[in-house]
């Protein structure tokens, strides 16, 4: 072997230097770092104070209880919460059906047809739709219909914000299903409808469920679409041995809206609770949506 | 049989009934001519392979006889296939059924996302199959040499398995049903030099109870298990990349004794 040194090539230096772009590599680690800090501020102070604020009042009353009046103490949120899981299954009950058909039609009977175009248009179109406006749509529709304001109309308010992104992820989701696999149920003798039920469906069923889950969980927070069509009862929706159905229903969102406005210190306590208890659920759905989304094989 | 075209006169023994005569005029995608004037009977339990450069229109051709192509778009067909007797491409004559007679295995292995048994139950649930499923599904992994493997995680995913086990495990779920005829699609691409022999002695295995149409791209693979050889090449004096039927015959032949210049050049490695 020969020595290197003694064939004269020049040795380079490989100690760590802090200059030049080494430097430059520093400072740009160092920026984005407190970047991803300062992103994450507001999501922590936000949880921060909804557990120490919210998490005071939580107790198994408030699930229990109807809200409080004036200078009443004590009361709690439950009406508005059993509002918000009937107007949330509303919405489920329509929007998943209708939308995972209509994905099925977008993914494999027509992606290229001028139909499927509009209605993917329409879909994304609808993703960016100020809630409010489904509000105004759900109220034209049904409560003027109806001549009411109704746990049905702020379910189909919040159906109107569930269907995009229903369509659009499960749309994804079935074209994430490998061609080959397709081809092999084809192969078998598959007829196409077959093909969707027995093969797609199945293979893309946890991401489809992921995409609905996250829908629900959006739903369940929205405010402004209900102002519009189910505004608030002091009542449970089953109350006085009768379903309430075509009244006025509470739900968690619009408590929180109406009384964090309150000069009352109980009520400011409630909507704290009440914020906490919506933030969990939220949080409750998108944990169970991981677990579903993950592929059973 | 007197089926045979002029094309390869004698030089399939004829003494062989042919399950599959297929002539096949033209296959055009769209504007496409992809294969052009090809005679290709295909002989009870018998591996007919497939050979020819990449582009030649072999696995065109294989996809067309179990109306696999009827899903591209654009596809043509012009000839017939006639299977036992009965034009495949013949008026009235529904696709999903013939794929149930003429199973397939593709090139890339291709469980579904269920468990083994599900895979290999799936055809024949598929069917209404009345008798029991778990004897059929334990016969199918015997066949297709899997089931000692599997046997005790029949529960487990079919992706779970390894490549050459997917690809043995396509074959189980293909042959559950018992087709008539088996094409197999380059089956061996996708696998390692010792999953590619178990999945080749599988195939003399198999030809035992069916017939094999078997395209490939290795001509190694061709002589070790066809019995007949279809050496199909492209024409593109037309400006288009059309494929034919160059010859037909006994593997034997057309490997030690080619009848066209054609082949004997593509068999001694002087195109591809």
Redesign the interface.
């Known amino acids: 072997m020969t020595d290197l040194t003694a064939a004269k090539v020049a040795l380079p230096s490989l100690q760590r230097t802090f200059e030049g772009r080494a430097l430059r590599s520093l400072v740009l680690t160092t920026l984005v770092w407190l970047f991803a800090v300062l992103a994450s501020v507001p999501l922590f102070s936000v949880l921060y104070m909804l557990i120490t604020r919210g998490g005071a009042r939580l107790n198994l009353e408030v699930f229990t209880e109807l809200p409080p009046t004036g200078f009443e103490t004590g009361g709690g949120f439950g009406n508005a919460l059993a509002g918000t899981f009937v107007m949330v299954g509303i919405a489920a009950a329509i929007a998943v059906p209708v939308g995972i058909m209509a994905a099925i039609f977008l993914a494999e009977l027509g992606p290229t047809s001028k139909l499927a175009n509009a209605a993917r248009f329409a879909a994304k179109m609808l993703t960016g739709l100020p809630s409010i406006l489904a509000g105004v749509f759900a109220y034209a529709l049904v409560v003027v219909t109806t001549g009411t304001y109704s746990a049905p109309a702020g379910g189909v308010a919040l159906a109107v914000l569930m269907l995009p992104i229903v369509v659009l992820t499960a749309e994804e989701s079935m074209r994430m299903v490998p061609k080959i696999m397709k081809d092999a149920a084809y192969g078998m003798g598959c007829t196409r409808s077959q093909v969707i039920w027995k093969i797609i469906l199945p293979t893309g069923m946890p991401a489809i469920l992921t995409g609905v889950m996250l829908a629900v969980a959006r739903a369940a927070g929205e405010t402004a679409p209900l102002l519009f069509t189910a505004l608030f009862s002091n009542y449970w929706i089953y109350h006085q041995g009768e379903l309430a159905a075509m009244n006025p229903t509470a739900s968690l969102a619009v408590l929180i809206y109406n009384f964090s406005g309150m000069p009352f210190d109980n009520q400011l306590e409630l909507a704290w609770a009440a914020s906490l208890v919506l933030v969990m659920i939220v949080l409750v759905v998108n944990v169970v949506s991981r677990i579903f989304g993950k592929p059973k094989f | 049989m007197n089926a045979l075209s002029a094309q390869q006169p004698a030089s399939v023994d004829t003494q062989t009934p042919v399950v599959m005569d297929c002539k096949l005029d033209k296959i055009f995608y769209g504007n496409f001519m992809a294969v052009r004037d090809s005679h290709v009977p295909i002989e009870k339990n018998k591996i007919t392979g497939f050979i020819g450069p990449s582009g030649c229109g072999k696995s065109t051709v294989l996809r067309s006889l ?1 109306r ?1 192509n009827d ?1 591209v778009p654009g596809f043509r067909f012009e000839g017939h296939v006639h299977f036992l007797g009965q034009d495949v491409y013949g008026k009235g004559v529904d696709p ?5 007679y003429i ?2 295995v ?1 090139q ?1 292995p ?6 083994i048994y599900d895979n290999v139950a ?2 024949l649930r ?2 209404r199959y009345k008798g029991d499923i778990g004897d059929r599904v334990k016969h199918a992994l015997q066949g297709a040499a899997l089931w000692d493997e599997v046997k005790d995680k029949l529960k487990v ?4 398995l390894s490549g050459g086990q997917q690809q043995r495990l ?1 074959i189980a ?2 042959i559950a ?1 018992e087709p008539e005829v088996l094409l197999l699609d380059e089956p061996c691409s996708a696998l390692d030099p010792i999953a590619t022999r178990r999945v080749e002695e599988l195939m003399v295995e198999l030809k035992k109870d069916y017939t094999i149409a078997l395209v490939t791209h290795n001509m190694q693979q061709a002589i070790r298990v066809a019995d007949n050889t279809a050496f199909f090449s492209v024409d593109i004096s037309q400006g288009t990349r059309t494929g034919y039927l160059v010859e037909m015959g006994p593997t034997a032949q057309i490997f030690d004794n080619p009848r066209e210049q054609m082949t004997s050049d593509y068999i001694s490695g002087k195109f591809s």
Do not use: E, I, K
């Not at chain 2, 999903?96 to 149930?100: A, L, N, Q, T």
């Not at chain 2, 291709?110 to 468990?115: I, T, V």
């Open positions: 179990n696999m899903l999903v059924v013939v794929r149930r199973g397939m593709f890339q291709n469980p579904f996302s269920m468990s799936f055809g598929l069917n995913s079919g992706l779970s396509c779920r293909a049903t």
